[in-house]
């Protein structure tokens, strides 16, 4: 049963002979602290796990390094002999900001079509020079293994490199070759 009581300007409710601030539900000592502590260790395990879930994801959320177009040539210089190309790229590791120079071997086939190669070696990642060996002329030739690649970039069978060279994706504006990412190819 309910029983209210007016004592001037306070009003109680009693049931059953306590008041209803007595039926509330009180918070021991022991759970207190276990509520503080479950929360402490809460925030202190996101605070451990937010570098890292950061440090994981942090690669797909970004923009790919590397992607703009850089100015390497003009286009009348390019000929259907591979010539050497040497530019550099602006990279950017955290807050530390430089340019890393890179080359590519550039040409033109018979049909007028650009071709951009990666001078790295497949192997072991050696420098590739164009028709520097005698005795295998019109080929890449790397001399640290003697790694073979014909004039597309496709490796000799026989020879160490197991892939063929990469190729720069590029476009063309303004009478300007622009090279970009060096992407792998398939194997031969």
């Excluded at 260790?41 to 890292?52: S, Y």
């Excluded at 890179?102 to 164009?130: N, Q, R």
Aim: net charge positive.
């Amino acid at each position: 049963m309910l029983y209210i009581q007016s004592s001037g300007a306070d009003l109680t409710l009693h049931r059953g002979g306590k008041t209803m601030s007595d039926n509330k539900h009180r918070v021991t000592r022991r759970q207190f602290l276990n509520y503080t502590l479950t929360g402490v260790g809460g925030f202190m395990a996101a605070g451990m796990l937010m570098p890292m879930l950061r440090f994981a994801f942090d690669p797909i959320l970004k923009d790919e390094a590397g992607t703009e177009m850089v100015a390497v040539a003009d286009v009348k210089e390019i000929t259907t002999e591979p010539k050497r190309f040497d530019f550099k790229v602006k990279v950017k590791d955290a807050w530390y900001e430089s340019e890393e120079p890179k080359s590519a071997w550039v040409y033109k086939t018979d049909k007028g079509e650009i071709i951009a190669l990666s001078p790295i070696c497949k192997h072991l990642g050696c420098t590739v020079d164009w028709n520097t060996d005698k005795e295998h002329p019109n080929q890449f030739f790397c001399p640290c293994h003697y790694g073979r690649y014909e004039k597309d970039g496709t490796n000799v069978p026989g020879t160490p490199p197991q892939a063929p060279l990469d190729r720069y994706e590029y476009k063309v504006k303004d009478g300007k070759l622009y090279l970009g990412k060096a992407k792998p190819r398939k194997e031969a």
